[in-house]
């Protein structure tokens, strides 16, 4: 498969012409400019005897060091791990590492919205964000403050459009028989789903030990789009809440909800240093309703270009969608390589 790209060409600018003076007897005003401080010697002295700071490189990923970015494909994705399905023939069409088990970050909190819309609990309910829900895993702030009190809805809205933490957190925690039975609830709704890949320690993502693998997510994301509720709250492009007496506003942390090109029907991004930037996607794309998983993506916005990549792929004339009849195959790549499981 030929896959071409666009070339960009810079042109120069040309500097503005000086304007020039009316008359010559036109006065020219001179600014000064200020004198720096005089440094102190003592902290002259200071700064050259401190060492250096020592710059300390981020976690490689799982999937980085289990040498997943070597697998080759022909969409020459940045991400380690790809998926598409058509989620109503169940027909693979595209496969790269599908059953290599990763962290998968904040595609966590999907399952955790399954669970609490599941159990039908008054989305009216205000809920309080306490010391409990605080980041102890990666250490991270969140913009709501110990105290907060959001309604289950809106904490709903927050962990899905913009994978706030603390909402997340605070949904589990308030769930019946509180954050243990949570936890079991997601690894029993796992299995009963036939995710046998998958394992869950708490319901934000933060920790490397949620982990799973690209077919297992594939079916979450099916299931979960059956409920409108996830569907709507996932594809939000921003959010407004009170927060005391200020009215804060969240924005979606996916860039293709904006788009007016993509049909994105639910979604869910993650990242953490040992998952690499993940993307889960239900969308329409010629004609028929896909599932897109995109895992261990190198890259701030590689996930982004993957999706891009892939409906570039399935919108054009070596598109296997128009081959189906035919029998076209799907383009199918992995590396071998033991699953890894969370303990």
């Avoid at 007897?25 to 010697?41: D, E, F």
């Avoid at 702030?141 to 105290?147: F, Q």
């Avoid at 788009?259 to 990242?271: A, E, H, P, R, V």
Wanted: glycine share 6%.
């Amino acid at each position: 498969m030929l896959l071409t790209g666009l070339t960009a060409s810079l042109v120069p600018v040309q500097p503005a012409q000086a304007a020039t003076a009316s008359s010559s007897k036109a006065k020219v005003k001179s600014v000064r400019k200020a004198k720096p401080a005089p440094r102190s010697p003592r902290k002259v002295a200071a700064r050259a005897a401190a060492p250096a700071r020592e710059v300390i490189p981020s976690k490689p990923s799982f999937g980085t060091m289990y040498g997943l970015h070597d697998t080759e494909d022909p969409l020459d994705l940045k991400s380690s791990v790809a998926y598409v399905v058509d989620q109503d023939t169940n027909e693979v069409l595209f496969s790269k590492n599908p059953s290599a088990v990763l962290p998968i970050a904040s595609i966590t909190k999907l399952m955790t919205a399954l669970l609490v819309v599941e159990a039908n609990q008054s989305l009216d309910e205000k809920l309080e964000i306490t010391d409990e829900d605080k980041d102890t895993e990666k250490f991270t702030g969140s913009r709501l403050a110990i105290g907060t009190e959001l309604t289950r809805g809106e904490l709903l809205h927050l962990a899905l459009m913009s994978s706030e933490n603390r909402a997340a957190h605070a949904l589990g925690r308030n769930y019946p028989g509180g954050l243990e039975a949570f936890v079991a609830a997601m690894n029993a709704k796992a299995r009963a789903l036939g995710m046998m890949d998958t394992h869950y320690v708490e319901p934000t993502g933060l920790s490397s030990r949620n982990q799973s693998s690209a077919a297992d997510l594939a079916k979450l994301v099916k299931v979960a789009h059956a409920f409108p509720l996830i569907r709507e709250l996932s594809t939000s492009s921003e959010y407004t809440v009170a927060l005391g007496r200020r009215q804060v506003r969240f924005g979606t942390t996916n860039g293709l909800v904006r788009k007016g090109d993509w049909d994105i029907g639910l979604q869910k991004t993650g990242f953490i240093n040992e998952a690499g930037q993940c993307l889960v996607m239900q969308a329409q794309l010629a004609g028929r309703k896909l599932i897109m998983v995109f895992l261990d993506s190198a890259g701030k916005y590689s996930r982004i270009g993957d999706a891009e990549r892939v409906r570039k792929w399935l919108t054009g004339a070596a598109s296997p969608l128009a081959g189906v009849a035919t029998g076209t195959s799907a383009a199918t790549t992995s590396a071998v390589i033991p699953a890894v499981s969370a303990k």
